[in-house]
């Protein structure tokens, strides 16, 4: 079981950046296909990000190519997901999920272990 924490969530205004972080507090991070999900009310939870377990290969959902960016940190044991250039329509929560393999699925019953998430509200 992995347990993963997602943090950096916050208010911001159209433009700004932020910077989200998900950490695991037990099992390392290093052998795990990592992906980001967003979620709104009444919506089914959206696939945004995925990283292989060995960094090499990474996806976007097509409205946030080229503006967010998914990283791993392994030397801390981390994921970091970079949101640049934030619209009001990135409002969501955004939960990290994590599956045993080279690289997870883009839909979110590929993954099994999920954060609680965190929240990102972008005003106009």
């Known amino acids: 079981q992995v347990y993963l924490v997602e943090s950096g969530g916050g208010l911001a205004q159209t433009g700004d950046s932020l910077r989200l972080s998900c950490a695991s507090s037990?099992?390392?991070?290093?052998?795990?296909?990592m992906a980001w999900f967003r979620q709104t009310p009444g919506k089914e939870r959206e696939f945004v990000a995925r990283i292989s377990a060995s960094g090499q290969i990474d996806s976007y959902t097509t409205s946030v190519e080229g503006r967010f960016t998914i990283s791993r940190g392994d030397a801390d044991n981390t994921v970091v997901l970079q949101l640049n250039s934030l619209t009001p329509e990135d409002t969501a929560i955004y939960y990290c999920?994590?599956?045993?393999?080279?690289?997870?699925?883009?839909?979110?019953?590929?993954?099994?272990?999920w954060g609680k998430g965190t929240q990102v509200t972008v005003s106009s």
């Open positions: 037990g099992r390392t991070l290093a052998s795990l296909a």
């Open positions: 999920a994590a599956v045993v393999g080279v690289i997870g699925g883009g839909i979110w019953s590929s993954y099994d272990n």
